[in-house]
C-alpha cells in the first residue's frame, strides 16, 4: 500500500496546483487498490493451497468443504461428463474424498470463484470453503469501502464512467481513508487465513506432527 500512499500524496500536489488531471489520477487509485486487493485474496487462497498440499494430509482427513476446492478438478469432471460416465465419475469421486491417498497434488491455481469480482460475497465463499469463523473483515464500514471498491474499479475499467468522474466525487482525505480501510481488509485477509491454517482449521482433526 505504500505505493498508493505515495501516489495519493503526488496527487493532492496537483490538486492543490489546481491541475485537472488530480480527478483523473483519483479516480485511477481505486484501480490500483483493487489490484493491491484482488492479489492478496487470490494470493491467500493459494498460499492456503500450497501449504496444505506441502502437508499431504490425507483427503479424508480434510474438511467437507476444503475437499470442494481441494477437488475441484474432480468436481469439474462430474459435471462435464456424458451420462454414460455421470454415475463412474460420481463414485470415483467420492471414493477419493473418503481415501487415505494424500491431498499433495493441489493446484494452487484453484480458486472459489463466485462470479462476485471480489465483493464481500467473494470473502465470504472463500471463508466457508476453508471453514473461517472469524468475521470476513475487521469492521462493518469495511462491508461497504469493498463494494464501493469493486464498482468504481469496474465502472473505470469497462468503461461505464471515466476516472475523472469517479475521482472527482472524492477528496484528498477521502481517498486517504479508503487507502487505511482497503489496507486494513488486506492485512485482516492474510492474518485470518495464516491463523487459520497455523490451527489447522482445514482438517477434521489437528495433525500430530502440525508445529
Known amino acids: 500500500m505504500l505505493v498508493a500512499r505515495n501516489f495519493a500524496t503526488h496527487v493532492h500536489s496537483l490538486e492543490m496546483a489546481g491541475l485537472p488531471l488530480a480527478a483523473t489520477f483519483k479516480g485511477l487509485t481505486f484501480v490500483q487498490l483493487y489490484a493491491c486487493y484482488e492479489y492478496v485474496v487470490r494470493g491467500s487462497v493459494q ?19 476444503v475437499l470442494s476446492l481441494a477437488l475441484d478438478a474432480r468436481f469439474e469432471a462430474t459435471s462435464n461428463c456424458g451420462p454414460r ?55 462493518p464500514k469495511h462491508n461497504g469501502r469493498i463494494d464501493e471498491l469493486v464498482e468504481n474499479r469496474n465502472a473505470v475499467a469497462h468503461g461505464r464512467r471515466t476516472a475523472e468522474e469517479v475521482g472527482r466525487r472524492y477528496s484528498h482525505q477521502d481517498i486517504s481513508d479508503r487507502i487505511d480501510d482497503i489496507d486494513a481488509i488486506c492485512l485482516h485477509v492474510l492474518t ?6 497455523q490451527q489447522q482449521g482445514h482438517r477434521t482433526a489437528p495433525s500430530t506432527s502440525a508445529a
Open 85 to 139: 460416465r455421470r454415475w463412474e465419475t460420481r463414485i470415483a469421486l467420492l471414493d477419493e474424498a473418503t481415501s487415505a491417498n494424500p491431498a499433495s497434488a493441489i493446484p494452487d491455481t484453484a480458486f472459489p470463484s463466485d462470479g462476485s469480482h471480489y465483493r464481500v460475497r467473494q470473502l465470504q465463499t472463500i471463508w466457508r470453503v476453508f471453514g473461517i469463523t472469524e468475521p470476513v473483515v475487521p469492521e
Open 47 to 65: 498460499a492456503m493451497l500450497s501449504a496444505i498440499s506441502a502437508e499431504s494430509p490425507e483427503f479424508r482427513q480434510l474438511k467437507a468443504h
Open 192 to 197: 485470518t487465513v495464516h491463523a487459520h491454517y
